[in-house]
């Protein structure tokens, strides 16, 4: 510790022990200029950042469209699965268990990340591998472990549904006639093998699949106008950061949670990654969690490489406009093992926890950050990611600092299917 951070540290104890002689009421942390300069940075939690890449982004037809498909199953192989099949509203849109289960029963690879304040991300999936949330939604739909459909089967019930077809036209003028079954196939997918659907794609002309391609990604924009009204905010955080320093704050998060906070932006370091209103950098670190089994999972490395090979990505042609970052992305090889730093508000209700979900609760992942042996080598992550031996008190002061995160609830009509999609 530098000798200007202990000499704060000690002014911060000395003020506390002053504070809670005097008449502040008992549960009033007093914090330093330079906390509270910390602790404004990660409130209140502004609107999402445009999204270049959807001009529908802020349509609110294209958000009851997309929140329609969000929760309609028959955009799957077996009409089993929707997007509210693991992203569960009541479970804060995580699953509440170590992976999603898709059509037919299957385990996805990865644990099931939290929705709640996607529209906030730079970057999709725990490997980043899209690069905007209506291109994020095009890879579940055609997974064969998790909707298992395909993009014909999509565009076809899409146009023959008559309130789907209705909302979408609205939104996005009229659907191509997909009618002729010799030019527009029943099954049909760009899969990169010999089944039978990836055979139907390729006797489809390039003008047809193109039309295809574009009902399609006009879906998943729909869906991800839907995502952005998902947000955390307005959590007790947020209150005791909106007053801090005065008599009010105080009673907004209990004296614990505030310890907390201090341990979070002081000695744990968490807010170098965790930062900001989100509480994520939006980038991606190899925090070096103990192995759960499995081949190693190269993280960001192998999603860079699919993110620059997706013709749905924002350079691509059915893109809006190009998304700042794509132009700065490359696979470096020191980028593997490392996955986005999620975001914190809400994190109580969406464990468990990691892109392994190996962790069932918030102490658990605690005592990792806690008692950690392996420290990872790569990009200059050793100096951040130490041990940090908490103490049982610590650890509970952070924990309720992590609870006191959780937004105010979600209105009722965000969690269900709309009673109409237009
Ligand atoms: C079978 C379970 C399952 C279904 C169904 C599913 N997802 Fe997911 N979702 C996951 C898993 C697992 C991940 C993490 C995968 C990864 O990072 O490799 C994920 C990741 C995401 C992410 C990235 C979040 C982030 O922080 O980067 C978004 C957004 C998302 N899903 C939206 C959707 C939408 C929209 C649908 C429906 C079209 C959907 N999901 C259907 C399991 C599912
Ligand atoms: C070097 C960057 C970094 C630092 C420092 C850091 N984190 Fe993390 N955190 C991450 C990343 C990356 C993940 C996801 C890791 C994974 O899934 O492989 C994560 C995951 C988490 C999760 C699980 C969230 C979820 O939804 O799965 C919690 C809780 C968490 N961190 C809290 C903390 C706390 C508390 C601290 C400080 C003691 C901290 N983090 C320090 C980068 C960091």
Same mark, same amino acid.
């Given at each position: 510790m530098s000798q200007v951070t202990f000499a704060k540290l000690a002014t911060a104890a000395i003020s506390i022990a002053l504070s809670a002689a005097a008449t502040e009421p008992a549960d009033a942390l007093e914090f330093t200029d330079s906390e509270i300069r910390i602790i404004r940075q990660h409130s209140p939690l502004g609107?999402?950042?445009?999204?270049?890449?959807?001009?529908?982004?802020?349509?609110?037809?294209?958000?009851?469209?997309?929140?329609?498909?969000?929760?309609?199953?028959?955009?799957?192989?077996?009409?089993?699965?929707?997007?509210?099949?693991?992203?569960?509203?009541?479970?804060?849109?995580?699953?509440?268990?170590?992976?999603?289960?898709?059509t037919g029963?299957?385990?996805?690879?990865?644990?099931?990340?939290?929705?709640?304040?996607?529209?906030?991300?730079?970057?999709?999936?725990w490997d980043g591998r899209a690069d905007?949330?209506?291109?994020?939604?095009?890879?579940?739909?055609?997974?064969?472990?998790?909707?298992?459909?395909?993009?014909?089967?999509?565009?076809?019930?899409?146009?023959?549904t008559p309130e789907i077809r209705a909302a979408y036209e609205r939104v996005f003028g009229s659907m191509p006639d997909l009618s002729d079954r010799t030019r527009f196939p029943e099954h049909a997918a760009p899969t990169p093998d010999v089944s039978p659907r990836a055979?139907?794609?390729?006797?489809?002309?390039?003008?047809?699949?193109?039309?295809?391609d574009r009902v399609f990604t006009n879906l998943t924009k729909a869906i991800s106008a839907y995502e952005r009204e998902i947000v955390s905010r307005d959590s007790a955080f947020d209150r005791f950061a909106?007053?801090?320093?005065?008599?009010?704050?105080?009673?907004?998060?209990?004296?614990?949670?505030?310890?907390?906070l201090r341990l979070f932006v002081g000695r744990g370091n968490c807010r170098l990654c965790h930062s900001g209103p989100n509480f994520s950098d939006g980038e991606f670190h190899?925090?070096?969690?103990?192995? $759960?089994? !499995?081949? #190693?999972?190269?993280? =960001?490395?192998?999603?860079? *490489?699919?993110?620059?090979?997706?013709? @749905?990505?924002?350079?691509?042609?059915? $893109?809006? !406009?190009? #998304?700042?970052?794509? =132009?700065?992305?490359?696979? *470096?090889?020191?980028?593997?093992?490392? @996955?986005?730093?999620?975001?914190?508000?809400?994190?109580?209700?969406?464990?468990?926890?990691?892109?392994?979900?190996?962790?069932?609760?918030l102490r658990e992942v605690l005592n990792f950050y806690s008692t950690r042996e392996n420290i990872p080598r790569t990009h200059g992550e050793q100096g951040i990611i130490r041990r940090l031996d908490f103490t049982e008190s610590e650890l509970d002061d952070l924990e309720a600092f992590l609870e006191s995160l959780t937004g105010r609830p979600l209105p009722q009509e965000l969690l269900t299917a709309p009673p109409s999609p237009e």
């Open positions: 609107p999402p950042p445009p999204d270049p890449s959807n001009r529908f982004a802020e349509d609110p037809a294209a958000a009851r469209l997309g929140q329609s498909l969000f929760f309609d199953a028959r955009f799957s192989a077996n009409n089993d699965v929707s997007c509210a099949t693991c992203h569960i509203p009541g479970l804060g849109f995580a699953n509440g268990a170590q992976r999603g289960t898709g029963g299957q385990l996805t690879t990865r644990h099931v990340p939290t929705l709640l304040n996607n529209a906030y991300n730079r970057w999709f999936f905007s949330a209506w291109s994020q939604a095009t890879q579940p739909l055609e997974n064969p472990i998790e909707h298992g459909a395909d993009r014909l089967q999509i565009a076809h019930l899409a146009s023959h055979r139907a794609w390729r006797s489809m002309s390039v003008a047809d699949q193109h039309a295809v909106a007053n801090i320093g005065s008599h009010e704050s105080a009673s907004a998060i209990p004296e614990s949670a505030q310890r907390g190899d925090t070096a969690l103990p192995r $759960s089994g !499995g081949l #190693r999972d190269t993280g =960001r490395w192998g999603g860079t *490489r699919r993110l620059l090979m997706d013709p @749905f990505n924002s350079g691509g042609t059915f $893109s809006d !406009g190009v #998304r700042p970052v794509l =132009r700065f992305v490359a696979p *470096r090889q020191d980028s593997s093992g490392a @996955f986005k730093t999620p975001t914190l508000r809400g994190v109580a209700r969406t464990g468990p926890y990691m892109h392994t979900g190996q962790f069932k609760t």
